[in-house]
């Protein structure tokens, strides 16, 4: 974006030797202003000694003591073990692991304050790797709480402590809020905030300060969100100021298509039509998101974007993650368009050499809308004229993956599609840099999907449920248990899983489809599901994302208590497809653990996305939630999604108006939280 005035100006690097500088480093700090905003995990009281005779108890105290003996034991493992002792009583210090240094501040003689918890152990009080620090006679004791950062190996606390109250003396703690913005917030000073919580003064109430709903962390949170609202809603006017193509439809193409399809368009995909056409029709790239259910019928909506853009003269692109998706959609994109004239074109990695020089070829010159899976953004892909880029499961790729397809043109428009429902505060925040539209309503005439928890040891009723589903001219998806650890495992339960199938379900044709297989054997395995040749296909989650068998009315789900409740959502929705009555079934092995039982209850009690969506973020914290950007480097140190909620939405409106309006604090801002951090962001 065009910046008025100057840049905001560095923090300047740490001083410190080339070797402090890369532990620093390793943990993120390389400049003062990284250490300013580098806060304490915990606080801890070393105001105080407790006498060894008094210091069980179930908090963490100090003692200072005088070392007696220290030894180095083998048996049963090695370890370091000193013992001390104060007027009141003695101590054994038990050490694990240690540097020499450290043995030698332990010698004999040494007086030394201990800090942790204390236990009755073998040879009576015991504290096992205390934190210590060795002092002369009669040291004064700290007036202040001790912060206890994060920190590295070799990097004590006490040196970050130093570290970090050199930068509050003589770092850059300038407000960067303005001021009547502050006071409309009710948040305090930064600076006062940063210097109370790493120097809290004496009396601050331990408790306040480690449930962080203190004044000052909540400025620190604000802050951080802010940054990350500023930073992401800075890329999507960047974005904004480069130009596009104008993408005006000069034929009926996108009509001729909804005149052929065998049903109408929803309300909501209308809505959504209406939105994209717009935005496409602007010289200015769209960055928009469009998010639906499963089932809900994006593919469609996609299908006449690109009708738009081919009717403007320029080429699209649709890119999905797996290639049994990329395929179904190459197929039905074909199906539809094809016979409308429109050129389609095909590029996977499995095709053969002979075929991908033709498809590329086509890429490069006549194709109109060139469909595939990661091949797509392989160099050596050139395509002739690229103006509408569009993204399906795009939280499947990577940040880099999408910037890689929108290089293929001339800053194309980008329609990023997700199945994948996110809370309210998680999408506003990782999605700010983007236009969001959401399909809130299913095509009619779906029949609901019954959900049937059942017990690993009944086993044998679900064989029945497949046996008449099939009877009755159904087909039935069994999916193997998920197994994260191992893929080699999770091969050979899929193996299992299907001899055994293949065994219970003699007279049926059954049919297995895993990661491991060939592009070219995977293709025929589904065309022959597809097809209803296979009646009951036995898969690993590659079927998870978007596969459509409208005929197939039964999906059942080894070990569901291993899968996320996202994924268990998107498998359901492969059933349900058609015009007959649907069940999914899923088997979990006892007992269950508390979050377990509670997740299957959700995914039993509910069958809109989001609110499964919402309810699994009660129990699990957003880690799950943010797609490829949770890969990246942790935004956000302090805040937290769920519990911030509010001062995300606040940040986000403080976001817009400091961009239009304070630019110059909007960067500083920036650069204080963000740091060399901020690159990562980019997309
Ligand atoms: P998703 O949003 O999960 O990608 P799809 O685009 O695959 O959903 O659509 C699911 C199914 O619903 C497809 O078979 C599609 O043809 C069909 N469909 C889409 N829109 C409608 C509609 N308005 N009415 C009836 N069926 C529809
Ligand atoms: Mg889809």
């Known amino acids: 974006m065009t910046t008025s005035g100057a840049p905001a100006p560095t923090s300047p690097p740490i001083r410190a030797s080339e070797a402090l500088q890369k532990k620093l480093a390793k943990i993120g700090l390389q400049s003062e202003a990284d250490l300013l905003v580098h806060l304490p995990l915990r606080y801890e009281d070393e105001t105080r000694i407790t006498p060894v005779n008094r210091s069980f108890a179930n908090e963490p105290v100090q003692v200072e003591v005088v070392v007696h003996s220290n030894e180095i034991q083998f048996r049963p493992r090695r370890q370091m073990i000193v013992r001390a002792a104060d007027e009141s009583g003695e101590i054994t210090l038990r050490f694990f692991s240690f540097y020499p240094n450290q043995q030698a501040a332990l010698s004999e003689g040494s007086r030394i304050r201990a800090f942790g918890e204390v236990r009755g152990g073998f040879f009576g009080a015991e504290m096992v790797h205390p934190?210590?620090?060795?002092?002369?006679?009669?040291?004064?004791?700290?007036?202040?709480?001790?912060?206890?950062?994060?920190?590295?190996?070799?990097?004590?606390?006490?040196?970050?402590?130093?570290?970090?109250?050199?930068?509050?003396?003589?770092?850059?703690?300038?407000?960067?809020?303005?001021?009547?913005?502050?006071?409309?917030?009710?948040?305090?000073?930064?600076?006062?905030?940063?210097?109370?919580?790493?120097?809290?003064?004496?009396?601050?109430?331990?408790?306040?300060?480690?449930?962080?709903?203190?004044?000052?962390?909540?400025?620190?949170?604000?802050?951080?969100?802010?940054?990350?609202?500023?930073?992401?809603?800075?890329?999507?006017?960047?974005?904004?100021?480069?130009?596009?193509?104008?993408?005006?439809?000069?034929?009926?193409?996108?009509?001729?298509?909804?005149?052929?399809?065998?049903?109408?368009?929803?309300?909501?995909?209308l809505r959504a039509m209406a939105e994209i056409a717009n935005d496409l029709a602007q010289p200015y790239p769209m960055q928009r998101l469009l998010q639906g259910d499963v089932g809900a019928g994006k593919t469609i909506v996609a299908a006449l974007a690109a009708c738009q853009a081919i009717s403007a003269g320029w080429q699209a692109a649709f890119m999905a993650p797996t290639e049994i998706l990329a395929e179904q959609h190459y197929l039905k994109l074909k199906d539809w368009l094809e016979p409308l004239g429109v050129k389609v074109a095909w590029l996977s990695g499995s095709l053969k050499t002979k075929a991908k020089r033709e498809q590329l070829a086509a890429t490069a010159a006549e194709a109109q809308l060139v469909v595939g899976t990661h091949a797509l953004i392989q160099d050596g892909v050139d395509f002739a004229k690229l103006g509408l880029a569009i993204v399906d499961e795009q939280h499947r790729f990577g940040v880099a993956q999408r910037l890689a397809l929108r290089k293929k043109g001339d800053n194309p428009h980008q329609l990023m599609m997700s199945a994948t429902p996110i809370p309210r505060t998680l999408a506003m925040s990782y999605y700010a840099d983007l236009d969001v539209t959401v399909l809130d309503e299913l095509p009619p005439g779906r029949t609901p999907i019954k959900t049937r928890l059942i017990a690993d040891n009944r086993r044998d009723d679900v064989v029945g449920f497949v046996k008449k589903a099939v009877e009755e001219g159904r087909q039935a998806y069994w999916v193997c248990p998920l197994i994260e650890e191992s893929e080699a495992l999770q091969l050979q339960t899929a193996q299992e899983t299907y001899d055994f199938l293949f065994e219970q379900f003699s007279g049926l044709t059954v049919g297995l489809v895993h990661g491991r297989l060939k592009a070219d054997e995977k293709q025929a395995v589904m065309a022959a599901f597809a097809a209803g040749d296979i009646d009951v296909l036995v898969a690993t989650t590659v079927i998870e994302v978007g596969v459509d068998v409208p005929n197939a009315s039964l999906m059942v789900i080894e070990h569901a208590e291993r899968f996320g409740l996202s994924q268990l959502h998107q498998l359901r929705g492969r059933v349900g497809r058609g015009k007959y009555e649907s069940s999914c079934v899923l088997i979990y092995a006892g007992p269950l653990g508390e979050i377990a039982r509670q997740r299957l209850k959700i995914i039993f009690e509910n069958t809109d996305g989001f609110e499964i969506a919402r309810q699994d973020l009660q129990i699990r914290g957003p880690g799950e939630f943010v797609g490829a950007r949770q890969s990246g480097v942790p935004l956000l140190r302090y805040a937290d999604l769920e519990m911030d909620a509010d001062l995300v939405e606040m940040a986000r409106d403080v976001a817009e108006e400091m961009l239009t309006e304070h630019l110059e604090l909007a960067e500083r801002h920036l650069k204080r939280w963000l740091g060399s951090r901020e690159e990562l962001l980019k997309s």
């Open 131 to 269: 934190r210590f620090r060795k002092v002369g006679d009669d040291e004064p004791l700290p007036s202040e709480l001790t912060p206890i950062y994060s920190t590295t190996a070799g990097l004590a606390n006490s040196a970050l402590q130093k570290l970090i109250g050199k930068a509050l003396a003589v770092g850059d703690l300038s407000e960067t809020l303005p001021e009547e913005l502050r006071q409309r917030l009710k948040l305090p000073g930064l600076a006062r905030s940063l210097r109370f919580l790493h120097t809290p003064p004496p009396g601050t109430d331990l408790d306040t300060l480690h449930a962080r709903n203190h004044p000052a962390w909540r400025r620190v949170k604000f802050d951080e969100v802010l940054a990350q609202q500023l930073s992401l809603r800075r890329a999507y006017l960047a974005r904004r100021e480069q130009g596009a193509p104008v993408l005006v439809a000069r034929d009926d193409l996108g009509a001729r298509l909804l005149d052929q399809l065998p049903f109408g368009l929803t309300g909501a995909q």
